[in-house]
């Protein structure tokens, strides 16, 4: 059977993850309209498509909020991880970095972790 939705164990570790807040806006998403969101969308499907490292929290829904923003604006939304292109496989959405409302830059791995870009000189 295909998994269609991310797993409840998924989502827990992606909320987590993102301290139940917006990634792009820092928003708290306690009793706020809140979506987790592909970054490699759903209509570019890959094995990775569920998985922690293509998923993060935003506030709203793709009709409102920064879920909306990163949707309207692409150009920056994927400049900034918050979408990742699905023309290939060759880049994963692991290994494109995220910008988190803090202004620091992580990769996202699949468990539920950031590991923070090291910093170039």
């Not at 922690?52 to 150009?75: K, R």
Request: contains cysteine; hydrophobic residues 35%.
């Amino acid at each position: 059977m295909k998994m269609t939705e991310p797993s409840r164990k998924t989502v827990a570790l992606v909320k987590q993850r993102d301290g139940l807040r917006c990634v792009r806006c820092g928003r708290y998403l306690e009793g706020v309209p809140a979506s987790i969101h592909h970054r490699r969308l759903r209509s570019h499907p890959f094995t990775g498509l569920h998985e922690a490292s293509n998923l993060i929290c935003l506030c709203g829904t793709g009709s409102v909020g920064c879920h909306l923003w990163v949707h309207t604006h692409q150009a920056e939304a994927y400049e900034n991880g918050w979408l990742v292109k699905g023309v290939s496989d060759l880049l994963l959405p692991q290994q494109i970095p995220v910008l988190l409302y803090t202004g620091k830059q992580v990769y996202l791995d699949d468990s539920g972790h950031y590991i923070e870009m090291e910093k170039t000189a």
